[in-house]
């Protein structure tokens, strides 16, 4: 019998896959590179933003600040970071798009890599008039003076050239956020500064450029030699680049002649078909290039476990996971066979399943629009019952017990939507409602208290409004729960679309409500909510609730009616605490009347 082959070996002992595993080992370190010198790029373009947007205040206002950047990126260590950077960038980033097996990729991929390559075109330019020239000839870098060279001919070019900056740089920003559960707490003040910056630099750009204008200072001579210099220089930075580019580009249909010559591989997406190819592309790439529905939140940079794939048969003939790959998995605890479909390059028959599949009926290619605002976050989740329905059902008629339902919901609905909750789910006789989707949790606390007050004040009412109509008293349990929650959309041909709320604080809050009827309380909270609040509340009593799946029980506070703000400081009464647990509660007076009734019995 043959033992089975290690993982991205072969029988001879070496690597397997030759030149494809190596570029994967270089995608796995080339991703991080990449990040930080787009990351430094960026830093830099922010800080000469900024001081372009002080030009509000006046060109020595603009002086002064660039003497500050000028500390920074002219010293020996950012001038090392900053060219640096400048060189490596563009290098890996053409790298990463020679890397694609398939050009077919949403819009923003698109105009990312559109606005990567039009950039040169105006930044040589820039960059020699500027620092070269000054470096070389000694020409003034002021902002007087060369705000007096740009404006008013060169301002549309250098305004353009400031937005593709920056949009290129939000674009790369946004999307390896945006898979981060932390992302959304700030999303909206990092989209009112990717406005604000650059609509302030052009702003204040335009302002100082007028001053400038306007001050009496010698006019600039240009010697032959530095325009000589100047058209040269230019001529040879974007010569390189643009040859850079035409080089990769000539490797690119070489390897496609290749590829189209040599043997293919067969490939089964289970549920999609059978497909054969030529070696090359990621799994995600075979996605995308045969019109394969999908998800891909990170667009493919090992950043998100959305293109996460079961890999059914050919597991053992890929490489191993990469480093940014298998923390990933590491991360999400995925079972053996699931893999990163952006992170392999399979060059042997292989058979896969979509782990996160998208709509049935997206458009060719089209990945799966997720939710931005899915994610993890602290929440308070109401859970609510209306009690002994079952023997209220049977004693009124279907239409007058629908009726009652409909102004019950719509009684509640106005309690939680006055707090800024959300219903999530109406099921027969009851609901699950949320709160703190905006704000901080210890809003969502507050205001899901002051919710559950509200219900049973409504609950009171049409009691007093039904009550002759109704054979028996209409009575509600509330449960309370503030924890980590999974929020988001999800979507169905037949049902549309619907928020969600799901984890174990729901697990928790509904656990609570089913506890009211032990306790004989209309409203049990949990102690997490009541410390989430910071509010102290009057007539609570102190209960220990069993928990399934927990070990200890879980301490709450039952309100047997409305809860309300404790007034003012009362010295705390000792109130006898009932242990739930298995389903029944005992309290010190139960127990009483439990031995007297045995005492009875044995009488």
Wanted: with cysteine; net charge positive.
């Amino acid at each position: 019998m043959n033992r089975p082959q290690a993982a991205g070996s072969n029988r001879t002992g070496m690597p397997r896959g030759g030149m494809g595993a190596s570029m994967d080992q270089v995608s796995s370190w080339s991703r991080d590179i990449r990040l930080i010198s787009g990351l430094i790029l960026l830093v830099f373009a922010t800080t000469h933003f900024l001081n372009h947007a002080v030009g509000i205040l006046g060109v020595d206002a603009m002086e002064k600040v660039q003497d500050w950047r000028y500390g920074f990126w002219h010293s020996r260590g950012g001038t090392i970071a900053l060219y640096g950077a400048l060189v490596v960038h563009p290098v890996f980033a053409l790298l990463r798009v020679v890397q694609r097996r398939t050009f077919k990729m949403p819009l923003r991929e698109m105009l990312q890599i559109a606005l990567g390559l039009a950039i040169p075109l105006l930044l040589v330019d820039h960059i020699i008039s500027t620092r070269i020239m000054g470096i070389y000839f000694g020409v003034d870098e002021s902002y007087r003076s060369v705000l007096r060279r740009l404006w008013p001919d060169l301002a549309l070019t250098q305004s353009l050239l400031l937005l593709l900056v920056w949009t290129h740089g939000i674009i790369g920003i946004h999307f390896m956020l945006r898979a981060r559960d932390s992302y959304r707490h700030w999303r909206d003040p990092f989209l009112l500064a990717a406005i604000l910056i650059p609509l302030l630099a052009l702003i204040g750009f335009t302002v100082g450029a007028r001053e400038a204008e306007q001050m009496a200072m010698p006019a600039e001579l240009v010697s032959d030699a530095q325009a000589a210099m100047f058209a040269r220089d230019v001529m040879w930075g974007k010569g390189a680049f643009y040859g850079l580019v035409a080089s990769f580009l000539l490797f690119i249909g070489i390897r496609e002649i290749r590829v189209r010559t040599t043997r293919q591989i067969t490939v089964r997406f289970v549920g999609h078909g059978t497909r054969r190819l030529a070696p090359g592309p990621t799994v995600l790439e075979m996605f995308r290039r045969f019109g394969i529905p999908h998800a891909a939140l990170c667009g493919g940079r090992a950043r998100c476990a959305t293109c996460r794939v079961l890999v059914m048969d050919g597991n053992d003939k890929l490489p191993k996971p990469g480093p940014n790959e298998a923390k990933l998995l590491r991360r999400i605890s995925a079972p053996e066979g699931v893999r990163l479909a952006c992170q392999i390059r399979p060059r042997e028959d292989l058979q896969v399943q979509i782990l996160l599949a998208s709509r049935l009926n997206a458009g060719a290619g089209r990945p799966l629009d997720l939710d931005d605002a899915a994610g993890k976050r602290g929440l308070t989740v109401v859970v609510a019952d209306l009690r002994a329905f079952s023997a209220l059902s049977e004693r009124q008629l279907p239409r007058e017990l629908i009726g009652l339902l409909n102004r019950f919901f719509d009684e509640m609905s106005q309690a939680i939507t006055a707090h800024e909750g959300r219903i999530d789910a109406f099921y027969g006789d009851g609901f699950m409602a949320v709160f703190g989707l905006e704000g901080p949790p210890s809003k969502g606390a507050q205001a899901a208290i002051a919710a559950a007050a509200d219900i049973v004040r409504a609950v009171d009412a049409l009691n007093r409004e039904y009550g002759a109509a109704l054979p028996l008293p209409l009575r509600i349990g509330i449960g309370i729960h503030t924890g980590d929650a999974i929020t988001g959309a999800v979507e169905n041909d037949n049902l549309g679309r619907r928020e969600i709320t799901v984890g174990e604080t729901v697990m928790v809050a509904s656990q609570l409500e089913s506890a009211t009827r032990r306790v004989l309380a209309d409203v049990v909270v949990s102690e997490d909510t009541i410390r989430a609040s910071g509010r102290s509340y009057a007539g609570t009593t102190s209960l220990k609730i069993a928990i399934k799946g927990r070990e200890k029980p879980l301490t709450a506070y039952g309100f047997a009616s409305a809860p309300e703000i404790a007034r003012r400081k009362r010295e705390d009464v000792a109130v006898p605490v009932p242990v739930v647990a298995g389903g029944e509660t005992t309290t010190p007076t139960e127990a009483v009347q439990e031995e007297q009734g045995e005492a009875g019995e044995k009488a």
